[in-house]
């Protein structure tokens, strides 16, 4: 199994797990996907994959409705994507991506989880070299198809590691975050189901830790998990 995948197997999210947050979750990142390219999942791409991934999840049609009208009303939340970059406890470097209409509130909230439990928020940029930017999607195996040999075919178009997770039944395919674009019109063509679509910050090396500095570790992050403002947290905790 390939870093990519290794990771994303240990690091899924509790959030995930909880309908009303994955509700929320989509939620912004539609209202955000509106406001960036339109209204029309024909002519955006991020928005079509999102409504795609709202019905995977069964999230009701009238929140996606809602979520998509939010982006157009002029007295709406204007949802803005920042990226929280610091150290946890015990040298753990750890990115939390945000969706929020508060900057002063979200930036307060995350300080305060990594000042509690012992870290200490970092300054833009300062931690995002220890990580790679990758668009990850996880589709559908299609009959027929081989996914060595789908990795071959897709090497052109950006993609770096394939791989079949048997527990979800799905292929996972990662590729270079500017690829995003032309490896989603390449499955769309070819006529692959598309579960979601999304990027993920998967880091270059690992950090040892023990039992014990670990359990710190998760205290932290399910504090991330809880605030509704956060949307992704990753990290080297191996």
Known sequence: MGRAFEYRKATKLKRWGNMARVFTKLGKQITI?????????????????????????????????????????????????????????????????????????????VRSYFNKYGGSLGTSGSLQFLFDHKCVFKITPKDGVDPEELELELIDFGVEEIEFDEDENVILIYGEFQSYSVIQKYLENNGFEIHSAEFEWIPNDYKEITDEQRATLDKLLEKFEEDEDVQNVFHNMK
């Open 33 to 109: 996907a509106v406001k960036e390219g339109g209204f029309d999942p024909d002519t955006n791409p991020r928005l079509r994959v999102l409504v795609q991934q709202s019905k995977k999840e069964n999230m009701p049609k009238d929140n996606v409705d809602r979520a998509i009208k939010r982006a157009t009303e002029k007295d709406a939340a204007d949802y803005k994507e920042i990226i929280y970059e610091g150290y946890g406890p015990f040298g753990i470097a750890i990115l939390v991506e945000t969706a929020t209409d508060n900057n002063m509130r979200t930036v307060a909230n």
